[in-house]
């Protein structure tokens, strides 16, 4: 069993939909949480980072952390056709040294216009 | 800032001969990192520079593969006699005071 779980893909939505994405992890290790978002061919971009349960809220995206049960999602309102790439979770313990990051699969996501 | 760079962008080699990339880190941030991507799955830690030294190997860096960073800035990773199995996306990521990592454009390698 990997560390990191990702939903997979690939996930269709229309345009102006609400999108889910998880991810579950094992390692009670993880302290901090991130979502990447990679466009065909290019690097991850950041999105979101947290370091406790709860929400956080940045513009159209929310992250949700519940550390009791290992599961992060990230939700996408009013969804857009440029919101359309691939989502990594990734995850590290907060050393505050060598935090590598352990990533998740990703999943495809394309909203219809 | 101008953000994390990787040369090249693309590399195509046969397979048996060496490649070198190269990773320009955000300036003034000490620690950098290298992962592998392939196709589908998300990318996987290789190697962790904290200033010019190395401080830790994942088991997925075999003796074909190795790292340098002189001087605590650009850094570079070889691969020896490469293998078809070595086509994959390299990307590079740094970080500066905060656990915020910023990842580079990547160098997709693909060996015949």
């Known amino acids: 069993q990997k560390e990191v779980e990702q939903d997979p893909g690939p996930l269709s939505v229309p345009e102006g939909a609400i999108v889910s994405l998880n991810c579950t992890y094992s390692?009670?290790?993880?302290?901090?949480f991130m979502w990447y978002r990679q466009y065909s061919r290019k690097g991850p971009e950041l999105l979101m980072y947290t370091y406790s349960s709860g929400n956080k809220e940045d513009g159209r995206f929310t992250a949700q952390v519940d550390k009791s049960s290992k599961y992060i999602s990230l939700f996408i309102r009013d969804s857009q056709p440029s919101d359309s790439a691939t989502y990594l979770c990734a995850m590290s313990p907060y050393t505050g040294a060598n935090s590598k990051l352990t990533f998740g699969k990703g999943i495809t996501l394309s909203v219809r216009p | 800032d101008t953000g994390v760079s990787q040369n090249p962008r693309h590399k195509i080699t046969k397979r048996g001969q060496n490649v070198t990339f190269r990773c320009d880190p955000i300036?003034?941030?000490?620690?950098l990192y290298w992962y592998r991507q392939t196709l589908g799955q998300g990318p996987e830690f290789l190697t962790y520079?904290?200033?010019?030294?190395?401080?830790?190997k994942s088991r997925l860096l075999s003796d074909r593969f190795s790292a340098e960073r002189p001087k605590g800035s650009f850094s570079t990773l070889e691969i020896q006699r490469t293998e078809q199995g070595d086509s994959a996306m390299y990307l590079c990521?740094?970080?500066?005071?905060?656990?915020?990592?910023?990842f580079g454009p990547g160098t997709r390698l693909t060996v015949l």
């Open positions: 990521a740094s970080r500066g005071p905060t656990d915020t990592q910023y």
């Open positions: 390692n009670s290790a993880f302290q901090y």
């Open positions: 520079f904290q200033n010019e030294a190395q401080l830790e």
């Open positions: 300036s003034e941030h000490n620690r």
